[in-house]
DNA sequence: GACGTTATGTCAGAATACTGACATGAGTCA
DNA sequence: TGACTCATGTCAGTATTCTGACATAACGTC
């Protein structure tokens, strides 16, 4: 394997080993969240929104990564079935604040158990040295990705 | 921010950051590709022929971290656009042998020198050591998420 | 006040990936 | 040989996410 250098090699990429730890602990993720109905990204904002509450719909969708209109979609079907709740009419702006109802903190109880589990298996064998080093590496990472964005 | 330490604690918490991470490189890697009319499973899947040729759509599918439907349909539009080519018939079991033709290999190129400067970015400002650390810590929580995929 | 910029929510359509299902070929084992 | 298991390619339908576009609200500058 490895044969030639020409290309990116694979064997040794970090980029392509960042999207293999991400594929493995989302495929992770969906394996025990399906049993209980919900996907990652369902999760996700049901989790952002415990933590934030009040979070708008374009901020969720920022801090579960996907587009506004992915997020959009996904908060209407939450608030059909009554996870969520917005309020008809924008405080300010144009942002509606969105907060859980007793159910969707229900519903997120027992995902965020199976989601943590879920964690902690895949640092197991890690050192608290190791860990932090690992946020240390991810941030530097995300940092210089995002220095270069759009602009110079 | 962070008010209260029932959840998983997206500030701290290093799924959350290997999600951030992930996302970063691959909308960094969309915005590169996208002028060469290209996704990043699309390159991928002619990265992953130059340098390992004759692999099957099966074998691909697992290295670009989709299902075998998916690339299959990926495929079908690469054949038919005269990139890859297949056998009609396999030369043992079903598997078909995929090879780039000489015009995959030109579109390849310049995908290949993009997507390595998205690399040399995300790596800018890490020494040595720090990459072969972060290399260490992926393959560390890979294995560990992947040891306890459907068995015990 | 008028204007331009930015951010937001939302609608519509297209692209992408997924799950489910089936038939086929290879290997194992009795 | 026959039965079983496993991996593969493929078809069909569904689900999810995306891009493009529009109207609206806040902010800044003039």
Known sequence: MSQNGAGVD??????????EASSALRAAMEEVLRPLGMSVTHYSCLELLAQRPGLSNSELARGAFVTRQSMNVLLQALERDGYVTRPAKAPVGKALPTRLTPSGRRSLGAATAAVRSVEVRMLAGMTETEQAGAFRILRSMIRSLNDGDGNA
Chains 1, 2 share one sequence.
Do not use: P, V
């Open 10 to 19: 694979l064997e040794t990429s970090l980029g392509y080993l960042l999207k």
